[in-house]
């Protein structure tokens, strides 16, 4: 047995890349799942927290929806702690069931409007871009799903959230007033409040260097990179944060019993 607890596992580029399942991680996670408490985060914004269960147990894993975090779902939990309060969106339906199932209003005209969420949206028009910036300069809270700057889709990169957040960071002359997705490392709080875990427990999975490996080093938590996704073994060698562990695929981890 290991020190571990519960893994918190990145789906894109660990569970899947693009549309195209991961097999040897899939494996492994069929089998890690008799051991561990494995809960699933993404900071895509698009899909929701249905979706992505339906694809995770697709392929053999047990999960249930309160165990998937998307970066939408925390920025809905976030509005909800904060005070339920009229909100606008730039994003697709993956932000807006977090919002609905949580009871919170979605207004598509001010001028009152205390939230505006910003994720991807493929279907964004500069018109809506001004609308959101315009009810942020009026004081409604500015909400960031992510800041990805672009995620892989096949060989490509395509722009990400964090290209729209920067448009309207631009206009408004800010920062976000909260960035809900990764590396913040506010997933982690209520994970570990949630499973009543020790640090030394919780063990973070992904594929990234911007994202997963820095938001377990920030938050003090252990964290293997899985070189199934985003990152190069070249670019790790430049890395600044190293992650605990680095494996070619979750197998691997397996086979050297580091989980
Ligand atoms: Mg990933």
């Not at 693009?18 to 993404?42: D, H, P, S, W």
């Not at 909800?80 to 807006?96: L, M, Q, S």
């Not at 001004?130 to 909400?143: L, V």
């Not at 909260?178 to 594929?207: C, H, M, Q, S």
Request: charged share 25%; net charge negative; with cysteine.
């Amino acid at each position: 047995m290991t020190q571990y607890g519960l893994l918190l596992v990145d789906m894109d580029g660990v569970v899947w890349r693009g549309g195209i399942y991961v097999a040897k991680n899939i494996k492994a996670l069929r089998a890690l799942q008799e051991r561990y408490k494995i809960v699933f985060m993404t900071n895509n914004s698009s899909l929701t927290r249905a979706e992505c269960l339906d694809r995770i147990k697709a392929v053999g894993i047990s999960s249930e929806i309160n165990d998937i975090y998307t970066s939408s779902a925390l920025a809905a939990i976030y509005i909800e702690k904060r005070g339920v309060g009229r909100t606008f969106v730039i994003g697709e339906a993956g932000i807006y069931e977090e919002l609905i199932v949580r009871g919170i209003p979605i207004v598509s005209e001010g001028p009152e409007v205390d939230y505006v969420v910003v994720g991807i949206d493929k279907y964004l028009t500069y018109h809506k871009l001004s609308k959101a910036a315009s009810y942020i300069m009026n004081g409604a809270i500015f909400i960031a799903t992510n800041e990805d700057p672009t995620y892989p889709v096949g060989d490509r990169l395509e722009p990400g959230a964090g290209a729209v957040v920067s448009f309207i960071k631009t206009v408004v002359g800010r920062e976000p007033d909260f960035v809900a997705g990764k590396p913040n490392t506010w997933i982690l709080d209520i994970v570990v409040d949630k499973y009543r875990l020790k640090k030394e427990e919780v063990l973070v999975i992904g594929d990234s260097l911007h994202t997963d490996v820095p938001m377990g080093y920030r938050y003090g938590v252990d964290t293997m990179l899985v070189l199934t996704g985003v990152t190069s073994e070249r670019e790790l060698s430049s890395a600044k944060t190293k992650p605990t562990y680095v494996v070619r695929d979750l197998l691997e981890a397996l086979e050297l019993k580091i989980i």
